[in-house]
């Protein structure tokens, strides 16, 4: 008869606790980026500016450290989680991950370029060459609005589906 009795619900799931030492080490850099960055921006550049994206100059040695302080703010802001990545379901338009071709369309620069830029993000969030970087990382990282950027990709997306479906259309007649 136990069985028939109403059971408690489970309490949400938390997410884990962060080890504290976590935050400071990143509190840490931020502080010695925050010295570094003014001083830096100050000297001029041999280099040649390569981009110029919102208010980073790709290609200036104060770039680097600002797109490492941004990451930097980003992981503080959503520290890793060892149950993995988030998983839901999100309106549209929405693309999740970097594609250059098509990132390429949305900022009207060169894949080439884009490809660039990715390398520099990457190696401002310590990730290792040639994986996946979120649209969301990379907007908040290189100060672009992400709203406008899911939305042409997604126009971007919509333009080959329909395309391809008016030729497979074309192929069955």
């Excluded at 502080?31 to 500016?49: D, G």
């Excluded at 890793?80 to 620069?109: E, H, T, W």
């Excluded at 080439?112 to 040639?130: A, F, G, N, Q």
């Amino acid at each position: 008869m136990d069985d028939l009795k109403p059971k408690p619900f489970p309490p949400l799931e938390q997410p884990p606790k962060v080890d504290p030492a976590y935050f400071q080490k990143i509190d840490e850099e931020m502080k010695v980026l925050a010295e570094k960055i003014p001083v830096v921006a100050k000297q001029p550049s041999n280099k040649k500016i390569w981009c110029k994206i919102g208010d980073l100059w790709f290609g200036h040695p104060v770039t680097p450290l600002i797109l490492r302080y941004r990451a930097l703010i980003w992981l503080r802001e959503n520290p890793p989680d060892p149950r993995g990545q988030k998983f839901a379901s999100r309106p549209g338009p929405y693309v999740v991950y970097v594609c250059i071709d098509d990132m390429a369309l949305a900022i009207n620069r060169s894949t080439h370029t884009v490809d660039r830029m990715l390398h520099e993000v990457r190696k401002s969030i310590d990730v290792k060459p040639y994986k996946s970087i979120t649209v969301e990382v990379f907007c908040r990282l290189c100060n672009l609005p992400e709203d406008e950027i899911q939305q042409k990709l997604n126009d971007i997306f919509m333009k080959r589906w329909n395309k391809h479906k008016k030729k497979r259309k074309d192929e069955d007649d």
